[in-house]
């Protein structure tokens, strides 16, 4: 029998969507890029006599915990429908779906019907994940959840999530070696194009039809254009080596909303006014492929006054777009006419739209009394304000879960359930297991997609040497 693995997290980050939000639903194209707010999942093996599985999320008061001997392996092993690691897996399988039912109905019975539908989305995506991925000789664990994410908030958080559970659970399988410095560059995307495929298969379980994009980018990281015509197919996803370090504000509108509800509410005028609302969701494919073109361009300069300027007008197009398609909301406009008036930035809602976030790339030479001004209007009227900046690493790995912090502990300080349940909100957490922005902390080790001179995609460690 393999030995137990030790204690280790893994971690992956947000993404906004620059461009092309819900026209990429409909196959057209759309431009992603990670953020600095990311998802961290500790994984803690129990004991062989420990026959349960726990999934903690604090940062939503969710706890659950189920008898691995109780689930539905029958359904999940069934040689019609079981699937491997190594599979693609487009669509979620009725059958088993509904056979997870039993298993989810008493998840978090005594919260409210708003917290509950998140903590069952949650507990659906693990579930499918560890009855397809897992078998019934799997060890107990426990599986802990901390976000430096606002969850609902057009940001990714979702997929983040389902990052972090894929890549831990294909670690546990000891289907995926490294990331390490010495990887044959073949073998790190094929790993990295596996966590991808079962996060979408999370994504589909919380989301329903959601369009690949936000597992995308969280686990290769950096940005992308991304396209998918047909979702029996693999998209096709062109990453932006090019793409600038953008300073950018991120506000939450605190408006709860969801992501399935906007994309039906496409869906529906696409029904009702076919014509016009092909030619919005083109116009909006023709902005995203224009910040492409500028920005893989052989005059693309990153600091360039020019540049910053058309990429701000392009964030202004595509936000009036998606205004016509009814997926915005009065919080986003509001959002969006205190960022005009103080002349600092260019404004969009990101993501599914109907509350969640806005973006705002800041221009160049920013008054800093016009942001204070800002920061102190939007916090009057009960937004949350994030600095982020976009372009970082995707998923993450670190094993064993031991950092050098500032702690006596001999060799780094183990990062144990107790710690990590009672780091302090999303500064606490980043001060304990945060992998940093621009200086990465030792011992978190990332897939790096880089520009090479034959055109192929690489692997860098944290350290920055290459493979």
């Not at 999320?57 to 001997?69: A, G, L, R, Y």
């Not at 005594?110 to 539908?117: A, V």
Request: with cysteine; charged share 20%; aromatic share 6%.
């Amino acid at each position: 029998m393999a030995p137990v693995m030790p204690s280790f997290l893994t971690s992956a980050p947000g993404k906004v969507i620059l461009f092309g939000e819900h026209a990429v639903v409909h196959g057209k194209a759309a431009i992603a890029a990670a953020i600095s707010l990311r998802s961290y999942l500790l994984v803690t093996a129990l004991s062989k006599t420990d026959r349960i599985i726990t999934l903690r999320f604090p940062d939503i008061s969710f706890h659950h915990t189920w008898e691995i001997d109780s689930l539905p392996w029958d359904a999940f092993s069934h040689p019609s429908k079981k699937k491997f690691y190594y599979d693609l897996v487009t669509s979620l399988d009725p059958d088993l779906v509904e056979a997870m039912k039993p298993h989810l109905a008493n998840v978090s019975p005594k919260s409210t019907p708003e917290n509950r539908k998140i903590h069952q989305a949650a507990a659906s995506a693990f579930l499918y994940l560890f009855l397809s991925l897992g078998s019934q000789s799997f060890p107990g664990c426990i599986y802990t959840l901390r976000s430096t994410l606002p969850i609902g908030a057009g940001l990714g958080s979702s997929a983040s999530i389902s990052v972090c559970l894929s890549s831990a659970l294909l670690l546990q399988l000891r289907t995926l070696s490294g990331p390490h410095p010495d990887q044959p560059r073949e073998e790190a995307e094929l790993q990295v194009e596996r966590i991808n495929r079962w996060a979408f298969v999370g994504e589909m379980c919380i989301h329903g039809n959601p369009s690949g994009v936000d597992n995308t980018v969280s686990t290769g990281g950096k940005a992308v254009l991304f396209k998918r015509k047909d979702y029996t197919k693999a998209p096709s996803v062109i990453p932006l080596y090019n793409f600038p370090e953008l300073r950018f504000l991120l506000v939450n509108t605190r408006q709860v909303r969801s992501t399935a509800v906007e994309v039906a509410k496409v869906a529906t005028l696409k029904k009702s006014q076919p014509v016009i609302t092909d030619l919005i969701l083109e116009a909006i494919d023709k902005v995203s492929q224009s910040a492409h073109d500028l920005i893989t361009g052989p005059a693309f300069a990153k600091e360039s006054q020019a540049v910053t300027n058309v990429l701000g007008e392009l964030i202004q197009l595509n936000h009036g777009l998606l205004v016509s398609l009814g997926v915005s909301h009065p919080r986003l406009e509001r959002i969006s006419e205190l960022v005009n008036s103080a002349g600092v930035g260019w404004t969009k809602l990101t993501g599914g739209g109907g509350g969640g976030s806005a973006i705002t790339m800041l221009k160049p030479g920013a008054s800093p009394a016009a942001l204070r001004l800002l920061g102190k209007n939007l916090d009057a009227e009960n937004f949350e304000i994030f600095e982020a900046t976009l372009g970082g690493d995707g998923v993450g790995v670190l094993m064993p879960a031991i950092l050098r912090n500032d702690s006596d502990e001999v060799g780094g300080e183990e990062i144990d359930q107790e710690k990590f349940l009672n780091a302090d909100g999303r500064e606490g957490v980043e001060r304990l297991v945060g992998v940093g922005v621009k200086e990465k902390r030792e011992g978190w080790k990332f897939w790096r997609i880089s520009a090479q001179a034959n055109g192929a995609h690489g692997f860098t460690g944290a350290n920055g040497e290459a493979s």
